[in-house]
């Protein structure tokens, strides 16, 4: 996976602000942004990026400015060579300009003021979806969280200290944009939302388990671990983390199927995305909990197995996605 570094993302910033500004009226502006954060989406995450060329336009231009707003903060806390008081001071002025974009009226104000491109176009999708608010800084809680990163004694203190910010949360941004199918239907929407968020969230903490070590994180329940005599996930029996992994892998599938039952609850132009999103991630969590190899290996899907799961009738917008901006 190709990382930018904190220079770059700088750079994005400034010349997605020009060419956003440049433009006539609002829409030009949003339009210019979201070109960047469709970028961001197709080099961060291959998968969900297919996934979301299934959506209308407008569906998908909003995910890819949610997208966008997720990651830089992630990188933040991952990948920008930061000790950790710098890394919470990022994250603080990150939050201070979400919260001043959110004061203003319009994106091109926004841009105007200087504040970053990225929660400038994600203030916009919260103003138009009628997203909460504070959802988003619920999201940046988690990320100081990692910056500071503790352990979690059960699952349930996993889901409610972490994955709710880090994951849940950002279920609900989508669910406001894919919208309800029938009236009345937004609850169960949302709770599919939840599931599925602490789904994704899960088979990532499983696929990145040595990843995570090395930064000094670890999200696999302690129960688990003392289940099986672990007390340290690098020193220990590979068997025994193994039955670890396959225990939480089917914990997992659990949410995964609990989303998927009320998949009909959401817009019916958004069910096609939100479905292959399931069952490719789905297909991930189970390669990880039939792998051996221990947490040295980080499992994917390959190309081939990602478009078995896909609707065929669609395939044609993948090769249209990698060669054009829309």
């Given at each position: 996976m190709s990382v930018w570094s904190e220079e770059y993302w700088g750079c994005l910033d400034r010349a997605t602000a020009r060419a956003a500004l440049s433009g006539a009226g609002e829409d030009a502006a949003f339009d210019a942004v979201v070109r960047e954060a469709r970028r961001v989406l197709r080099t961060y995450s291959t998968s969900f990026f297919i996934v979301t060329r299934f959506l209308p336009p407008k569906k998908r231009a909003q995910v890819e400015a949610i997208y966008a707003a997720v990651r830089y903060p992630d990188e933040i806390v991952d990948t920008f060579p930061l000790d950790a008081r710098s890394r919470i001071s990022r994250l603080d002025a990150w939050q201070e300009a979400y919260e001043e974009a959110l004061a203003l009226p319009s994106l091109r104000a926004m841009l105007e003021r200087d504040l970053p491109v990225f929660v400038s176009a994600f203030a916009r999708v919260v103003r138009d979806c009628g997203i909460p608010p504070e959802h988003y800084r619920s999201f940046l809680d988690a990320m100081r969280c990692d910056a500071a990163p503790r352990r979690y004694e059960t699952l349930d203190d996993l889901i409610e200290s972490y994955i709710y910010g880090s994951a849940i949360v950002?279920?609900?941004?989508?669910?406001?944009?894919?919208?309800?199918?029938?009236?009345?239907?937004?609850e169960r929407a949302l709770c599919s939302a939840r599931r599925l968020g602490i789904a994704l969230q899960l088979t990532n903490f499983l696929r990145d388990v040595g990843e995570d070590e090395r930064r000094g994180r670890l999200y696999l329940p302690l129960d688990y671990l003392r289940a099986e005599g672990i007390s340290d996930v690098t020193a220990c029996d590979a068997e025994a983390l193994g039955r670890v992994v396959r225990r939480l892998?089917?914990?997992?599938?659990?949410?995964?199927?609990?989303?998927?039952?009320?998949?009909?609850?959401?817009?019916?132009?958004?069910?096609?995305a939100i479905r292959a999103c399931i069952d490719v991630y789905r297909q991930l969590n189970a390669r990880i909990g039939l792998d051996g190899r221990g947490i040295g290996?980080?499992?994917?899907?390959?190309?081939?197995?990602?478009?078995?799961?896909?609707?065929p009738s669609k395939y044609w917008r993948l090769p249209l996605a990698y060669l054009t901006q829309r």
């Open positions: 950002v279920g609900y941004f989508l669910a406001y944009v894919y919208g309800e199918n029938r009236k009345g239907d937004f892998c089917a914990e997992t599938e659990k949410f995964y199927e609990l989303a998927q039952a009320d998949l009909d609850a959401f817009a019916p132009d958004s069910q096609v290996h980080r499992e994917t899907v390959p190309m081939r197995e990602k478009f078995r799961v896909l609707p």
